[in-house]
C-alpha cells in the first residue's frame, strides 16, 4: 500500500502541480521516480505471488483479456467524465460569466439523460452485451461534436439552451458505457478476486479523474496564454473607435489601446486569472468628462476579450475529450463479444485462509 501509494502520488502531484510551478526540473523528476516505484510494486506482488503469500493486487486478473481491456476503457473514460465539467464550469462561469447557479441550470440536461440511460442500460445490455458500450462511445462523440459545432456557430452570441440538444445525446451515451461498464470488466473475474479487482477498478477510475482535470487545465490554461495576444489585437480596433467617440486625442487613443493589450497579455499569462495585473491600471489623469466613457469602454472590451479568448481555448481543449472517447471506443472492440461468466469458487485465498 505504501509503495502504491507513494507511487501514485507523485504521479499525479507534478501534473497537477507543474504549470503553476513553471514545469520546473523536479516535477519530471518526480514522474520518472513514480515509474520506478510502480515498477517496485509490481515486482513486490509478484514475489508475494511466487512466495504463496497474498499480494494487495492479484496481478493474474490481467491475464484476462476482458478485465485487462475494462480496466483500460475505465481509465481513458473516467479521464474524460469529471475533467469535461471542470471545464464547462470554467468555460460558462469564469468565460461567460454566468453565476454558478445559472451554469449548473445549463447542464442540467446532461444529468437527466444520464438517468435515463442509466436505469434502461441492465435491459439494453443483455440484449446488445459489448455493443452497449460501442453505442454509448458513439452517442459521447456525436454530442461532443454537436456541443464543439454548437459553440462555433454560437460564438460570443452563446446563451446556453443552444447546446441542450447535444448534451442529452452525451448524458445518454455516458449511461450507456458507466452503468453497465463494471459488471463487463468483472464478469469473467475470479470470485475469490472479487475484491481485488473492485479496488483496482476504483484506482483506475480515481487516478484517471485526476489526471484527465489535470490535463485539461493545462490544456486550457495553456491555450488562454497563447491566445491572449491574438483575442486583444482582434479587439483593439473597437476599443479605439470607442475611445475616439469620447473625442480623446490620438495618443491618448493609443497609449490607452497599448495599455490595454499589454493588461491582457499579462492577465492570461498568470498562474491566477482573477488576479488583476499592475499593467492593467491605468496611467496618466484623463478629464473628469471622459473618464466615464473610457471605463465604460474599457470593461465592454475586456469582456469581449475574456469571451472571445475562452471560447477559442474551450473548442481547442474538447479536442482531449473526443480522443478520449474515441480511444474508449476502439478498446471495446478489444473485449470478449461474449464474456464468459466466472466459475465460482470458494474464497480460500483472498481471505487469508
Request: proline share 5%; net charge positive.
Amino acid at each position: 500500500m505504501a509503495l502504491l501509494s507513494l507511487g501514485l502520488g507523485l504521479l499525479i502531484y507534478p501534473v497537477v502541480e507543474g504549470r503553476d510551478q513553471g514545469w520546473p526540473g523536479w516535477v519530471f523528476g518526480l514522474l520518472a521516480l513514480s515509474m520506478v516505484l510502480l515498477g517496485l510494486f509490481v515486482l513486490y506482488q509478484r514475489r508475494l505471488l511466487n512466495q504463496d503469500r497474498t499480494p494487495l493486487v492479484q496481478l493474474t486478473m490481467f491475464s484476462d483479456r476482458s478485465f485487462t481491456v475494462g480496466a483500460a476503457i475505465a481509465f481513458v473514460f473516467q479521464s474524460s467524465v469529471l475533467s469535461y465539467f471542470v471545464a464547462m464550469s470554467l468555460f460558462l462561469q469564469t468565460g461567460l460569466g454566468y453565476g454558478p447557479t445559472r451554469a449548473a441550470l445549463l447542464l442540467i440536461a446532461y444529468q437527466i439523460s444520464i438517468a435515463c440511460s442509466s436505469l434502461l442500460s441492465a435491459r439494453l445490455g443483455r440484449r446488445l452485451g459489448r455493443n452497449l458500450l460501442t453505442l454509448g462511445t458513439v452517442l459521447l462523440m456525436a454530442g461532443l461534436v454537436g456541443t464543439l459545432l454548437i459553440l462555433n456557430v454560437s460564438a460570443l452570441h452563446y446563451q446556453g439552451y443552444e447546446l441542450i440538444p447535444a448534451l442529452i445525446v452525451s448524458g445518454l451515451g455516458f449511461g450507456c458505457v458507466a452503468a453497465p461498464l463494471q459488471s463487463v470488466i468483472l464478469s469473467r473475474v475470479d470470485p475469490v478476486f472479487a475484491g481485488s479487482a473492485s479496488g483496482v477498478l476504483a484506482t483506475m477510475q480515481q487516478v484517471g479523474s485526476a489526471l484527465g482535470v489535470a490535463i485539461m487545465g493545462v490544456l486550457l490554461f495553456s491555450h488562454l496564454a497563447s491566445g491572449a495576444d491574438t483575442a486583444g489585437a482582434n479587439v483593439r480596433s473597437s476599443l479605439e473607435t470607442s475611445l475616439r467617440a469620447a473625442r480623446l486625442p490620438v495618443p491618448t487613443v493609443n497609449a490607452i489601446t497599448t495599455g490595454f493589450t499589454s493588461c491582457i497579455h499579462d492577465r492570461f499569462n498568470q498562474v491566477d486569472l482573477n488576479t488583476v495585473p499592475a499593467s492593467c491600471a491605468l496611467t496618466g489623469a484623463l478629464p473628469e468628462a471622459v473618464v466615464r466613457p473610457v471605463s465604460v469602454a474599457l470593461v465592454s472590451a475586456g469582456t469581449e476579450v475574456r469571451r472571445e479568448n475562452f471560447l477559442a481555448a474551450i473548442l481547442y481543449t474538447l479536442r482531449f475529450q473526443f480522443v478520449a472517447y474515441a480511444l474508449s471506443f476502439l478498446l471495446v472492440f478489444l473485449l470478449p463479444r461474449r464474456p464468459e461468466k466466472a466459475p465460482a469458487q470458494p474464497a480460500l485465498r483472498e481471505a487469508g485462509s
